[in-house]
């Protein structure tokens, strides 16, 4: 089992992923949605968030051996994220979706000096823009951004548009494609429900509009 299949039957275990294509969730957006996902449920799982912890980090030091700092998005990502910096032993912060309203006002907690080579560690990717406004931060103060990994991406066709236009490279441990394979291999879905589960993806904006 490669590594994407095996991160992909830890969200279905889990059920940090759940799939209900025939009783879909409403997003906050107010998308109808057959797919819902919370990624910090991995963490009350001590195999599983090791195993994602362990991803994370033979994926950095293969992609960006050169990483000084590492990074998480708030609020999703800042476990995972610290995590994997204590794994391999090197600085870490978070940025906020906002500044705090007291006190410094911080955007970035922690210390990222300017040209420090910096990983973003992101949970999940949907259409990428929270997870870009944390890059922006960062290049703001003078962090050289080498990249953004993440446990998850739906694949969205915009998700991928932004991240080229913001010159962001992303890499993440698995995707809803493979997601959806191997819950068909396992019996978790039906044939019929896949092809809901594929429809859906193309344009969930407009999906049971």
């Not at 409403?26 to 195993?51: E, H, M, Q, V």
């Not at 259409?127 to 080498?146: D, F, I, P, Y």
């Amino acid at each position: 089992m490669s590594t994407s299949q095996l991160i992909a039957q830890y969200l279905l275990q889990s059920k940090a992923v759940k799939l209900e294509p025939l009783k879909p969730f409403t997003w906050a957006s107010g998308w109808k949605s057959p797919i819902y996902c919370d990624n910090r449920i991995t963490l009350s799982f001590p195999d599983i968030r090791t195993a994602i912890r362990d991803a994370f980090v033979e994926l950095i030091k293969k992609q960006y051996p050169e990483v000084d700092v590492i990074a998480g998005v708030a609020t999703g990502a800042i476990a995972q994220g610290a995590l994997v910096a204590e794994a391999m032993n090197l600085p870490f912060v978070y940025v906020r979706s906002a500044p705090k309203k007291h006190g410094m006002e911080n955007l970035i907690e922690g210390i990222v000096k300017p040209g420090q080579k910096v990983v973003v560690v992101e949970d999940l990717i949907s259409t990428g823009g929270s997870s870009l406004q944390a890059v922006e931060a960062l290049r703001k103060a003078e962090a050289n951004v080498l990249g953004m990994v993440a446990i998850f991406t739906y694949g969205f066709t915009p998700a991928e548009d932004n991240f080229k236009a913001a010159d962001c490279k992303l890499a993440t441990l698995t995707n809803y494609m493979e997601l959806l394979d191997l819950a068909l291999q396992t019996g978790y879905i039906k044939a019929d429900q896949l092809e809901i589960l594929k429809e859906w993806r193309k344009n969930p904006a407009q999906w049971m509009q």
